[in-house]
Structures are given as C-alpha cells and as structure tokens.
C-alpha cells in the first residue's frame, strides 16, 4: 500500500510569483484535502475534492486553487504569493465520508513554502 | 471563531507517568472527534477518535473521555513513552463530507 506523496518538500519563492504543489493520493483514496498549517497553528481547511471536482472549501482567498485528476492525485495551486503563505502545506487523502467511514485523514509529510 | 480549542500549548510528564491532554469545542453539532499526532517533519497521524454518542473510547495506552454537557473531550496515556513526545491535535469535521478543523495542538514531552 503506497502512502500519501507530496512534493516538494520544501521550495522558496518570492512575493508575487506562482507556485504549484502536487500530492499523490493513498492507493484506494478517492478524496484529497489540503491544508495549511502556519506555524504555531493547527492545519487550516484550504479546500477538498472528490471525484475531480472542489467538494467544500475553507476561509481561504480565490488565489488558492486546486485540482484533482482522474487517478485521484492533485494539485494546489497558489497565484500572486504574499509573505503570509509561507507555511507547511499538507496533503490529505481518505475514503470520500458518504461511503460511512469516519473521516480518518491520511496525510502526507507536506511541502515547506518560504515566501520572501 | 475557534470551534475547536487546545489551551495548553505545551505539556511536560515523567516518563511513566499519565499524560492528561485537553480540547474543548463550541459546535454541539460535531458528530465525532478524532485525535491526530504529529512528529517534526511528518505529516500528522491519526491516533484514536469517539463518536459523540459515546463518552469514552480506549485503544491500547490511548483513551478518550468525552464531557458533551462541558463541551470537553481529553485524551489520555498511561503510561507515557518517550516515542509520545509529540504534537497533538484535537480535531473535529465540520459536516459529514467537508472540512476537518483542527486545534492549535499542544506539544508533548515526556520526560525521562
């Protein structure tokens, strides 16, 4: 069984700039969540997808983006970077919950942005 | 709004002693509550978690004890291990296919 994958694993950028972090999802997983944790904090919901498409997303601006392909793994992607997305951004997957699981999150070990 | 909260940013326990770890949340709707712990550069872990029917859950070392009328839910290990230190997140979802909210965690060192 092949866990959840991120990469990359730690990248810096510069204010205004783009960034793309991929997640590769547990095998059987059908629903990849991201988070943002900033230090200090717990992980902040970013947003969720099932089956291709956004499934809930969180307090978090329209410059945050994602996508999920149809071997379940995703894409988050974030436009015009400001200072305060430097964070640990997480990558979430598990059994969608309407198939009567309990929302047992499998995360994968993230991606470290440093925004200058 | 938190709606899940962890007071206690750090704890410190003897090894072998009991390490007593809180939260607290503001939603009575939460139908369950799932505890998460994370080493430094590891992802978080899924530790054990209690329906919001029940008032305690046990697995192994791990137990957790929910207080729905004090909106408070504590877990606890007996006895602490030094492979415990860690972070430890106290999480809550939102609805039955949205978002998880987790707590700020609290930070556990167990001392030798």
């Known amino acids: 069984e092949t866990g959840v994958t991120q990469s990359p694993t730690h990248l810096i950028k510069t204010r205004g700039q783009q960034v793309t972090l991929r997640c590769s999802s547990q095998?059987?997983?059908?629903?990849v969540s991201w988070y943002q944790q900033a230090l200090g904090q717990g992980p902040q919901f970013i947003f969720q997808?099932?089956?291709?498409?956004?499934?809930g997303r969180g307090n978090f601006p329209p410059r945050f983006s994602g996508l999920q392909f149809p071997n379940y793994s995703s894409e988050l992607n974030v436009n015009a970077l400001e200072l305060d997305d430097s964070a640990l951004y997480l990558c979430?997957?598990?059994?969608?919950?309407?198939?009567?699981?309990?929302?047992?999150?499998?995360f994968g070990e993230g991606s470290r942005l440093t925004v200058l | 709004d938190q709606q899940v909260k962890q007071n206690s940013p750090s704890l410190s326990v003897q090894e072998g002693r009991i390490s007593i770890l809180n939260c607290d949340y503001t939603?009575?709707?939460?139908?369950?509550f799932l505890w998460y712990k994370k080493y430094p550069a590891e992802g978080p872990t899924f530790l054990i978690s209690?329906?919001?029917?029940?008032d305690k859950n046990e697995d192994g070392r791990f137990t957790v004890f929910l207080n729905k009328s004090a909106k408070h839910l504590s877990l606890h290990i007996v006895p602490s291990q030094p492979g415990d230190s860690a972070v430890y997140f106290c999480?809550?979802?939102?609805?039955?296919?949205?978002?998880?909210?987790f707590g700020k965690g609290t930070r556990l060192h167990i001392l030798p």
């Open positions: 979430a997957s598990s059994l969608h919950l309407g198939a009567g699981n309990t929302g047992e999150l499998f």
């Open positions: 095998s059987g997983h059908n629903t």
């Open positions: 997808y099932y089956r291709e498409e956004e499934n």
């Open positions: 939603n009575s709707m939460f139908d369950y």
């Open positions: 209690i329906s919001s029917i029940k």
């Open positions: 999480a809550a979802p939102m609805n039955r296919d949205d978002k998880i909210i």
